[in-house]
Nanobody, 124 residues
């Protein structure tokens, strides 16, 4: 059983920064690509960023490209999302998830394990 636990969310003013972490419980963490999604109230869950197992390739949603950075530390079984220049529209619950295949998919159906989410609130 794979467990993913997010942390690092909170309340921040517009223009500020946060770093989210996602810790995985399995030793095979380094074999899989990982992604971050977010879901705002009343909206569908949307893709934010993904990273390959090695960290050599990444993919970002247009809305966060240039502001957010995904990274990973396989020795710590952890994936990170550094969020800079935050905007009120970034307010959402952020989830990490494991990709079922090697691709940097933007589709929810290509991810098989999900964390419980961490709330990020950006005030204007």
């Amino acid at each position: 059983q794979v467990q993913l636990v997010e942390s690092g969310g909170g309340l921040v003013q517009a223009g500020g920064s946060l770093r989210l972490s996602c810790a995985a419980s399995v030793l095979t963490f380094s074999y899989y690509a990982m992604g971050w999604f977010r879901q705002a109230p009343g909206k569908e869950r949307e893709f934010v960023a993904a990273i390959t197992w090695s960290g050599g390739r990444t993919n970002y949603a247009d809305s966060v490209n240039g502001r957010f950075t995904i990274s990973r530390d396989n020795a710590k079984n952890t994936v990170y999302l550094q969020m800079n220049r935050l905007k009120p529209e970034d307010t959402a619950v952020y989830y990490c998830a494991r990709v079922k295949s090697a691709s940097l998919s933007v589709s929810l159906t290509d991810y098989d394990y999900w964390g419980q989410g961490t709330q990020v609130t950006v005030s204007s």
